[in-house]
């Protein structure tokens, strides 16, 4: 079966970075797209960054383009998320996911606070 576990969140100061990361098996995972999603409390699910099977592409939300850097690696079946300057708006659980046969399979969310 499917499977994401995210890690590497965690509480970081304003201005600083935190990697997460996103293992995944279940599935053949250098032939999907994988995304970041991140999610405060009573609002949606936002897309914070993805990036295509080779990796050779990516896409960023505007909030957070020039700071985090989505990447992969498909011999680990690992995808990352790189999240420099970050600011206390960046706060949120954080959630990567594969879209496979019409169906989105997400993990269970890694939790980032950047306070002082």
């Known amino acids: 079966q499917v499977q994401l576990v995210e890690s590497g969140g965690g509480l970081v100061q304003p201005g600083g970075s935190l990697r997460l990361s996103c293992a995944a098996s279940?599935?053949?995972?250098?032939?999907?797209?994988m995304n970041w999603y991140r999610q405060v409390a009573g609002k949606e699910r936002e897309l914070v960054a993805s990036?295509?099977?080779?990796?050779?592409?990516?896409n960023y939300a505007d909030s957070v383009k020039g700071r985090f850097t989505i990447s992969r690696d498909n011999a680990k079946n690992t995808v990352y998320l790189e999240m420099n300057s970050l600011k206390p708006e960046d706060t949120a659980v954080y959630y990567c996911?594969?879209?496979?046969?019409?169906?989105?399979?997400w993990g269970q969310g890694t939790k980032v606070t950047v306070s002082s």
């Open positions: 990036i295509t099977s080779s990796g050779t592409s990516t």
């Open positions: 996911k594969v879209f496979r046969y019409g169906t989105s399979y």
């Open positions: 279940g599935f053949s995972f250098s032939w999907y797209g």
